[in-house]
């Protein structure tokens, strides 16, 4: 049996910080089920397309930015994504200040003091910026320092919280949730969102994420052992450590670092020797909701994109009046994301071309078949469904496609490893972001978008965040 210091189990963006991190005072393995790094921010090429399966940008970049610069990596330049939201009669980019959002939104709503709302959400911004709560109080991961205040008049629903100041009941979804259904998420959790979207903005790097991460692959490969196609089949607790399946081999590692999917982890991988009743409480933890993705790469001369005014659209068919004809769409009800990416040198697509996604909820169940074939149609119907709201929105897209692919919440199952094809980590449902890095096991650690209860940070920055700090742990013990 090979002997480690440290398993990482899963290389996306947070096993592969962890590994990096702990390779000069561990020795430390890091084992990956998929041929390849890079999790579910990886991208996938298809004729000259490189389509970015999972995070279209993050938030965060000084973060993610100055981690590189420390070590020596990749420097990246980024450039910032807006969004722009189409509900009906609001049709506003909202990634713009809060300010000029508020301005904008006082020429339909004279009566509702948006001022006031946004002045207490901009104070709220500032004091909940990058803080979570962890057993011993507050942290905050800018200052890496202790927070001395408390937020717990905050821990309220954000739509109790925007209804102090604002009465129309489209004003308050908008304020709590950034789009427009009820939302159910704390005051906090809506400030996280609104200082992403906002303030601290949400960008995109330079020669894409999959250059970044690998970069950081590299680096991690020369320092520690790495296996790829190795899927870890079981983890057991074993006196001063865990033994580990993976792939045809069996280690032992004092320590583990999970990277992999929380629920995944815990409900399937951890053996019986794991007592206690936490894989119980595992399971009641709700994971969010899943998508269904269309990835297009399109000639762009033939789109009229002149009802996207930013890169990024959130748009409602169902609120939309010229859009009755979609009626029997299975997305009409829904949000559809539509994103682009121009092509051009380093980008993920030739000059004159461009990569679009469009995205929209789906539920886990809505993709279970008996068979393959039916799976197979479903999904197409599915595209050809999506596509046809794409092409409402952006007259030509149908007709200028040169290559397509899709994904359900299945493909983010099996391909992602995500439990029930979960996208965004939990369900965001705390009053405040709660580190789960620690487990109730000694030298067990997560790291990853699951180790915190609301990605605080965004997706990508929590996730290294996490693995930073789940290294740093790991160092202080030993
Ligand atoms: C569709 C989609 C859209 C997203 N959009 C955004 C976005 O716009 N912005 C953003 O910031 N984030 C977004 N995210 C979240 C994104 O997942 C995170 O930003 C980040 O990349 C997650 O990194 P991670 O380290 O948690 O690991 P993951 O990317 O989840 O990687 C975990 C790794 O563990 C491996 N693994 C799993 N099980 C095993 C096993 N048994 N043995 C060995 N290896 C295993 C997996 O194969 C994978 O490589 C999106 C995610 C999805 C799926």
Same mark, same amino acid.
């Given at each position: 049996?090979?002997?480690?210091?440290?398993?990482?189990?899963?290389?996306?963006?947070?096993?592969?910080?962890?590994?990096?991190?702990?390779? =000069?005072?561990?020795?430390?393995?890091?084992?990956?089920?998929?041929?390849?790094?890079? +999790?579910? =921010?990886?991208?996938?090429?298809?004729?000259?397309?490189?389509?970015?399966? +999972? !995070?279209?940008?993050?938030?965060?970049?000084?973060?993610?930015?100055?981690?590189?610069?420390?070590?020596?990596?990749? %420097?990246? %330049?980024?450039?910032?994504?807006?969004?722009?939201?189409?509900?009906?009669?609001?049709?506003?980019?909202?990634?713009?200040?809060?300010?000029?959002?508020?301005?904008?939104?006082?020429?339909?709503?004279?009566?509702?003091?948006?001022?006031?709302?946004?002045?207490?959400?901009?104070?709220?911004?500032?004091?909940? %910026?990058?803080?979570? =709560?962890?057993?011993? #109080?507050?942290?905050?991961?800018?200052?890496?320092?202790?927070?001395?205040?408390?937020?717990?008049?905050?821990?309220?629903?954000?739509?109790?919280?925007?209804?102090?100041?604002?009465?129309?009941?489209?004003?308050?979804?908008?304020?709590?949730?950034?789009?427009?259904?009820?939302?159910?998420?704390?005051?906090?959790?809506?400030?996280?969102?609104?200082?992403?979207? *906002?303030?601290?903005?949400?960008?995109? !790097?330079?020669?894409?994420?999959? =250059?970044?991460?690998?970069?950081?692959?590299?680096?991690?490969?020369?320092?520690?052992?790495?296996?790829?196609?190795?899927?870890?089949?079981?983890?057991?607790?074993?006196?001063? #450590?865990?033994?580990?399946?993976?792939?045809?081999?069996?280690?032992?590692?004092?320590?583990?670092?999970?990277?992999?999917?929380?629920?995944?982890?815990?409900?399937?991988?951890?053996?019986?020797?794991?007592?206690?009743?936490? &894989?119980?409480?595992?399971?009641? %933890?709700?994971?969010?909701?899943? @998508?269904?993705?269309?990835?297009?790469?399109?000639?762009?001369?033939?789109?009229?994109?002149?009802?996207?005014?930013?890169?990024?659209?959130?748009?409602?068919?169902?609120?939309?009046?010229?859009?009755?004809?979609?009626?029997?769409?299975?997305?009409?009800?829904?949000?559809?994301?539509?994103?682009?990416?121009?092509?051009?040198?380093?980008?993920?697509?030739?000059?004159?071309?461009?990569?679009?996604?469009?995205?929209?909820?789906?539920?886990?169940?809505?993709?279970?078949?008996?068979?393959?074939?039916?799976?197979?149609?479903?999904?197409?119907?599915?595209?050809?469904?999506?596509?046809?709201?794409?092409?409402?929105?952006?007259?030509? @897209?149908?007709?200028?496609?040169?290559?397509?692919?899709?994904?359900?919440?299945?493909?983010?199952?099996?391909?992602?490893?995500?439990?029930?094809?979960?996208?965004? +980590?939990?369900?965001?449902?705390?009053?405040?972001?709660?580190?789960?890095?620690?487990?109730?096991?000694?030298?067990?650690? *997560?790291?990853?978008?699951?180790?915190?209860?609301?990605?605080?940070? +965004? #997706?990508?920055?929590?996730?290294?965040?996490?693995?930073?700090?789940? &290294?740093?742990?790991?160092?202080?013990?030993?």
């Amino acid at each position: 049996m090979e002997e480690f210091d440290v398993a990482v189990v899963g290389a996306g963006v947070g096993g592969l910080v962890a590994a990096l991190e702990l390779s =000069a005072s561990h020795r430390v393995v890091l084992l990956e089920r998929l041929p390849r790094p890079g +999790g579910t =921010a990886a991208s996938f090429r298809r004729g000259g397309y490189s389509f970015p399966a +999972g !995070p279209l940008g993050f938030s965060f970049p000084r973060l993610v930015d100055s981690y590189f610069e420390n070590r020596c990596l990749r %420097r990246v %330049r980024f450039h910032r994504k807006h969004y722009h939201l189409l509900a009906g009669d609001l049709d506003l980019v909202i990634s713009r200040p809060l300010e000029v959002l508020a301005r904008e939104l006082a020429r339909r709503y004279p009566e509702e003091r948006l001022d006031r709302a946004v002045s207490e959400l901009k104070l709220l911004i500032a004091r909940a %910026r990058g803080v979570f =709560a962890t057993r011993s #109080g507050l942290f905050s991961a800018l200052e890496r320092r202790r927070v001395d205040y408390s937020l717990e008049a905050y821990y309220r629903p954000a739509a109790e919280f925007f209804s102090d100041f604002l009465k129309d009941e489209t004003l308050v979804n908008l304020f709590s949730s950034q789009g427009v259904k009820s939302s159910e998420q704390s005051a906090i959790a809506s400030a996280y969102m609104w200082d992403i979207l *906002t303030e601290t903005g949400i960008w995109y !790097p330079e020669g894409g994420i999959d =250059a970044l991460l690998l970069s950081l692959y590299r680096r991690v490969r020369e320092r520690v052992q790495v296996m790829l196609g190795t899927p870890v089949r079981r983890i057991s607790l074993e006196r001063g #450590g865990y033994a580990l399946e993976a792939g045809d081999r069996e280690l032992s590692a004092g320590a583990v670092v999970i990277n992999a999917d929380y629920k995944k982890a815990f409900l399937e991988l951890a053996d019986e020797s794991f007592a206690g009743g936490f &894989a119980e409480s595992v399971a009641r %933890r709700k994971e969010s909701g899943s @998508v269904f993705s269309l990835y297009l790469g399109v000639d762009l001369s033939r789109v009229d994109f002149s009802r996207m005014r930013a890169e990024h659209m959130l748009y409602y068919p169902a609120l939309d009046e010229g859009a009755e004809h979609l009626t029997g769409n299975m997305f009409y009800g829904k949000e559809v994301e539509v994103a682009l990416l121009p092509g051009g040198e380093g980008a993920a697509a030739p000059p004159g071309r461009g990569v679009v996604v469009v995205r929209s909820p789906m539920s886990y169940e809505r993709c279970l078949f008996d068979t393959g074939e039916e799976y197979h149609a479903f999904k197409e119907r599915a595209g050809d469904e999506l596509l046809e709201i794409a092409e409402h929105l952006l007259p030509g @897209v149908a007709g200028a496609v040169e290559v397509r692919d899709a994904a359900t919440p299945l493909s983010y199952e099996v391909w992602g490893g995500r439990y029930r094809g979960s996208v965004a +980590g939990w369900s965001w449902s705390d009053s405040i972001a709660r580190s789960l890095v620690e487990t109730p096991f000694e030298n067990l650690l *997560t790291a990853g978008i699951y180790s915190f209860s609301i990605p605080f940070l +965004g #997706g990508f920055a929590s996730a290294m965040y996490s693995a930073q700090l789940a &290294a740093q742990k790991l160092k202080h013990r030993h």
